[in-house]
Nanobody
Framework: QVQLVESGGGLVQPGGSLRLSCTVS????????MGWYRQAPGKQRELVAI??????DYTDSVKGRFTISRDNAKNTVYLQMSSVKPEDTAVYYC?????????????????WGQGTQVTVSS
């Protein structure tokens, strides 16, 4: 049973900073990618940042402000949010693409965290 637990959301002032964490647990064989998505009220969910082996990508609106990082020993991905803006307000979801072994077969699938609210307001 694979589980993703997110933490770190909350209220922050414009220009401030916040760090989100997502820890993966369960019978994990390997992790292919870890990323962060967000969804604001009335809008579609969008990719914020993603890290794979040897590469990192960000959506244009957060480049230079957000940093994604991984701690492989802890199966944890972080999103360091700096110089936040009101338009960053959204529910942030952790997403992990990973491999599990079940009945001797490899299985590749995406898993989602429960979401954590980030509100940027003065």
């Amino acid at each position: 049973q694979v589980q993703l637990v997110e933490s770190g959301g909350g209220l922050v002032q414009p220009g401030g900073s916040l760090r989100l964490s997502c820890t993966v647990s369960g019978s994990i064989f390997s992790i292919n990618a870890m990323g962060w998505y967000r969804q604001a009220p009335g809008k579609q969910r969008e990719l914020v940042a993603i890290t794979r082996t040897g590469s990192i990508d960000y959506t244009d609106s957060v480049k230079g402000r957000f940093t994604i990082s991984r701690d492989n020993a802890k199966n944890t991905v972080y999103l360091q949010m700096s110089s936040v803006k009101p338009e960053d307000t959204a529910v942030y979801y952790c997403n992990v693409n990973l491999v599990t072994i079940r009945n001797l077969y490899r299985r590749v699938a995406d898993y989602w965290g429960q979401g954590t609210q980030v509100t940027v307001s003065s």
